[in-house]
Antibody
Framework: QLQLQESGPGLVKPSETLSLTCTVSGGSISGSDYYWVWIRQPPGKGLEWIGSFYYSRSAYYNPSLQSRVTISVDTSKNQFSLKLSFVTAADTAVYYC???????????WGQGTQVTVSS | EIVMTQSPATLSVSPGERATLSCRASQSVNSNLVWYQQKPGQAPRLLIYGASTRATGIPARFSGGGSGTDFTLSISSLQSEDFAVYYCQQCNSWPLTFGGGTKVEIK
């Protein structure tokens, strides 16, 4: 059974960089035919796709965040990461890691991690 | 960007009744439409993919339909555990986009 677990600071200061890691267990990131994905959900609001990273090193990002976001994969640790720079209060959200195949649903999700942007 | 619009925003239903939720795409997504259920404090749960295929372990009272731009999620005979927020999502083209959600509440 595939499991995903987010980790990282719960509090980030404005203008700094938010960094989160997703550890995958029960399956391998490398060589898999999946995109590894970050989704976020601001308090009381809906779901927003941040970006998807494919193991062959291609990445797709939400145009509204593209200038500030980077998703990367560390196959040696079976982890993938999110970096979001120059954060503001609008980036306060629960951040989820998940995955999807080609034209396929987000099938396995982490439990989510709350990140608050505040000084 | 494909805009996904869900209606209604809130649906009040009595237990045992049927609920029908709608999702409309601003352009065709073929059958690349997914439904998720989310309860407070939990991650979304995959319900339906390919517009009409139930995910593993999803009860038969959940059914999805539609193609192109108009989709529905039906829940026959609502159970107490079905009261939640439901999101549709298109996986046809980048960027991936979600609808704003429909909250199914107890009437």
């Amino acid at each position: 059974q595939l499991q995903l677990q987010e980790s990282g600071p719960g509090l980030v200061k404005p203008s700094e960089t938010l960094s989160l890691t997703c550890t995958v267990s029960g399956g391998s990131i490398s060589g898999s035919d999946y995109y590894w994905v970050w989704i976020r959900q601001p308090p009381g609001k809906g779901l927003e796709w941040i970006g998807s990273f494919y193991y062959s090193r291609s990445a797709y990002y939400n145009p509204s965040l593209q200038s500030r976001v980077t998703i990367s994969v560390d196959t040696s640790k079976n982890q993938f990461s999110l970096k979001l720079s120059f954060v503001t209060a609008a980036d306060t959200a629960v951040y989820y890691c998940t995955r999807h195949g080609h034209y396929a649903p987000l099938d396995y999700w982490g439990q989510g991690t709350q990140v608050t942007v505040s000084s | 960007e494909i805009v996904m619009t869900q209606s209604p925003a809130t649906l009040s239903v009595s237990p045992g009744e049927r609920a029908t939720l709608s999702c409309r795409a601003s352009q065709s997504v073929n059958s690349n439409l997914v439904w998720y259920q989310q309860k407070p404090g939990q991650a979304p749960r995959l319900l339906i993919y390919g517009a009409s295929t139930r995910a593993t372990g999803i009860p038969a009272r959940f059914s999805g339909g539609g193609s192109g731009t108009d989709f529905t999620l039906s829940i026959s005979s609502l159970q107490s555990e079905d009261f939640a927020v439901y999101y549709c999502q298109q996986c046809n083209s980048w960027p991936l986009t979600f609808g704003g959600g429909t909250k199914v509440e107890i009437k």
